[in-house]
């Protein structure tokens, strides 16, 4: 499945689709569809997103370790289970305090 788009149809344990590396942001893609993008995104503690925007509202689902990502200037704490929505054209920016997994799903408009 490396690399791939996500099989129909099949169960998938969600924390084994992708492997943190040392130092490192590994990211992949599980979905890309005219609507949205889901991806997988394993931090090594410390590594994270530097502040930026997108045109597009954003969902991040923490699976495993804790975050902090800053949205328009206000930190949030992310653990596992733990959703935040980050809106469109506001900045934000990710750093993992642990290894730390996540599901990013961005979802397009009109």
Do not use: C, W
Not at 5 to 15: D, G, K, N, T
Not at 40 to 58: I, K, M, R
Not at 90 to 102: G, I
């Amino acid at each position: 499945m490396a690399g791939a788009e996500l099989p129909v149809a099949a169960q998938i344990r969600v924390l084994d689709l992708i492997a943190y590396q040392e130092g490192a942001v590994v990211s992949r893609t599980l979905m890309k569809r005219t609507a949205g993008t889901v991806t997988a995104f394993a931090f090594d503690q410390g590594q994270g997103l530097s502040e930026h925007t997108a045109p597009f509202d954003a969902l991040v689902h923490g699976l495993e370790g804790d975050a902090e990502i800053i949205i328009a200037g206000t930190a949030h704490q992310l653990s596992p289970g733990e959703m935040i929505l980050m809106p469109a054209n506001q900045p934000h920016a990710l750093t993992a305090r642990t290894p730390f997994k996540m599901l990013l799903t961005m979802i397009r408009s009109a």
